[in-house]
T-cell receptor, first 117, second 109 residues
């Protein structure tokens, strides 16, 4: 079964450093998403991406965050200057269906655990 | 914020049906109800969705009340591997999945 692959599985970084979290969505999918989950809290929507541009973003996704699809396979989330409160599990998801905007058919990756020290 | 209300936790005996309730009293006519689950700290997994008719797939059944203000996810024969947090989600105004706190289902031997 096709999977969404995220690397690395765990990243530790110093406060103020830039990090890039990487995702390889399912190959024929067109819609891409980032979510995060702070330990013990809810899964929170960050951003959705389609046709090489951001479709929607939450208030969490401020100027220190950016997303990019640098080639035909990778989808990245960059945090420019990490803060302690950015420590969380970050999940990438993708969907090939326009109905994805109705919440159907998202496939999530296993996540990257980001620890900011 | 999430537009659904779920009990924080439930227990179920292995092999029995698990019935997980969800209230969504403010759901509008064109909004779907979706169920996802999250096993430990893995990524959420899609289970099922519906609009107003009951739905069934290989994982579960979804029963939606006639007034659409509540629904129940049914796992017909729960196994230990079904232990997870189950999220009932109504499509948010942004058109993206908005997760609440969900129901932590514990399947016990």
């Amino acid at each position: 079964e096709p999977e969404v692959t995220q690397t690395p599985s765990h990243q530790v970084t110093q406060m103020g450093q830039e990090v890039i979290l990487r995702c390889v969505p399912i190959s024929n999918h067109l819609y891409f998403y980032w979510y995060r989950q702070i330990l013990g809290q809810k899964v929170e929507f960050l951003v959705s991406f389609y046709n090489n541009e951001i479709s929607e973003k939450s208030e969490i996704f401020d100027d220190q965050f950016s997303v990019e699809r640098p080639d035909g396979s990778n989808f990245t989330l960059k945090i420019r200057s990490t803060k302690l409160e950015d420590s969380a599990m970050y999940f990438c998801a993708s969907s090939g269906d326009r109905r994805a905007f109705m919440g159907y058919g998202y496939t999530f990756g296993s996540g990257t655990r980001l620890t900011v020290v | 914020d999430a537009k659904t209300t779920q009990p924080p936790s439930m227990d179920c005996a292995e092999g029995r049906a698990a019935n997980l309730p969800c209230n969504h009293s403010t759901i509008s006519g064109n909004e779907y109800v979706y169920w996802y689950r999250q096993i430990h700290s893995q990524g959420p997994q899609y289970i099922i969705h519906g609009l107003k008719n009951n739905e069934t797939n290989e994982m579960a059944s979804l029963i939606i009340t006639e007034d659409r203000k509540s629904s129940t996810l049914i796992l017909p024969h729960a196994t230990l591997r079904d232990t997870a947090v189950y999220y009932c989600i109504v499509r948010g105004s942004q058109g993206n999945l908005i997760f609440g706190k969900g129901t932590k289902l514990s399947v016990k031997p």
